[in-house]
């Protein structure tokens, strides 16, 4: 499994927020992390893939901000990470 995604996963039982930023290339991408439990078939997460709830996708070099209900990531294309609470405002 990709040590990104437990990361995420393992990080998240210890913050206040469920509200996870990704980067990737020149994209920044915030969302509600959602969390897997294999016990309910629609709760269940794919290995290696981070599942976002009301994501927002914004592109570092131009104006463009996309908005999805669900998106998903393959852990691997993700560079950095932070929890909401973790942002320096």
């Not at 996963?9 to 020149?26: A, G, P």
């Not at 016990?39 to 994501?55: Q, S």
Request: with cysteine.
């Amino acid at each position: 499994m990709c040590k990104t995604y437990d990361a995420i996963y393992e990080l998240s039982k210890h913050t206040e927020s469920d509200i996870l930023l990704c980067f990737l290339r020149n994209k920044r991408i915030e969302g509600q992390l959602h969390m897997c439990d294999s016990k309910f078939h629609e709760n269940r997460c794919y290995e290696g893939v981070i599942t976002l709830k009301d994501a927002v996708v914004t592109c570092r070099n131009e104006d463009y901000v996309r908005e999805y209900k669900w998106i998903n990531i393959p852990s691997k294309y993700i560079e950095t990470f932070a929890f909401k609470c973790c942002e320096k405002i």
